[in-house]
Nanobody
Framework: QVQLAESGGGLVQAGASLKLSCTAS????????VGWFRQAPGKEREFVST????????YYADSVKGRFTISRDNAKNMVYLQMDSLKPEDTAVYYC???????????????????WGQGTQVTVSS
């Protein structure tokens, strides 16, 4: 069983930065393909970013491209989401998600990920 835990959320002003962290236990970390999703009030959960098993490939939603950076440190069992130039529309609960699949066909789909953290709140004020 894989357990994920996010941290690093908070309340910031527009233009500020935050760095989210996700740690995993229960499995060799490099076996996990990891993504970040977010859900704003009244909206569906949406894809934010994802990173491949050894960090070779990264992908971003258009809405965060150029502002967010995903990275991982398999030795520390950690995935990070550096969020810069935050906007009020980035306000959401951010979830770390992971899958043990060896092939991920649609990394933007939440259904591809079988493990989820509890989420961390990010609030950006204008």
């Amino acid at each position: 069983q894989v357990q994920l835990a996010e941290s690093g959320g908070g309340l910031v002003q527009a233009g500020a930065s935050l760095k989210l962290s996700c740690t995993a236990s229960g499995r060799t970390f490099s076996d996990l393909y990891v993504g970040w999703f977010r859900q704003a009030p009244g909206k569906e959960r949406e894809f934010v970013s994802t990173i491949s098993w050894r960090g070779v490939s990264t992908y971003y939603a258009d809405s965060v491209k150029g502002r967010f950076t995903i990275s991982r440190d398999n030795a520390k069992n950690m995935v990070y989401l550096q969020m810069d130039s935050l906007k009020p529309e980035d306000t959401a609960v951010y979830y770390c998600a992971a899958t043990l699949r060896q092939t991920v066909l649609n990394f933007r789909a939440s259904g591809e990920y079988e493990y989820w953290g509890q989420g961390t709140q990010v609030t950006v004020s204008s």
